[in-house]
Nanobody, 118 residues
Framework: QVQLVESGGALVQPGGSLRLSCAASGITFSTYSMGWNRQAPGKQRELVAG???????TYLDSVKGRFTISRDNAKNTVFLQMNSLKPEDTAVYYC????????????WGQGTQVTVSS
């Protein structure tokens, strides 16, 4: 059974920092591309940051220079370091694991709430 469990969401003031974690089980973690997506109320889910199995990263333009995605394959965990947080970063953040072979494997976590407010 595949599980992605996010943690680290919280209420933080503008300009603050948070580190999200996503612990994966039930998959060969090192072979998966990992991503952080977010969904704000009334908006579509969007990819915030992605990290492939070979280390290639991608970021949403609005978070470049503020957010950093990383992974620890020994611990089956992906992280999202978020600095200089803004109110518009408020959303539920979801971890995603994806692997493309003959079949596409695509898994989601349950989400963790990030609220940026004074």
């Amino acid at each position: 059974q595949v599980q992605l469990v996010e943690s680290g969401g919280a209420l933080v003031q503008p300009g603050g920092s948070l580190r999200l974690s996503c612990a994966a089980s039930g998959i060969t973690f090192s072979t998966y591309s990992m991503g952080w997506n977010r969904q704000a109320p009334g908006k579509q889910r969007e990819l915030v940051a992605g990290l492939t199995s070979d280390g290639t990263t991608t970021y949403l333009d609005s978070v470049k220079g503020r957010f950093t995605i990383s992974r620890d394959n020994a611990k089956n965990t992906v992280f999202l370091q978020m600095n200089s947080l803004k109110p518009e970063d408020t959303a539920v953040y979801y971890c995603n694991a994806r692997r493309y072979t003959v079949v596409t494997y695509n898994y989601w976590g349950q989400g963790t709430q990030v609220t940026v407010s004074s």
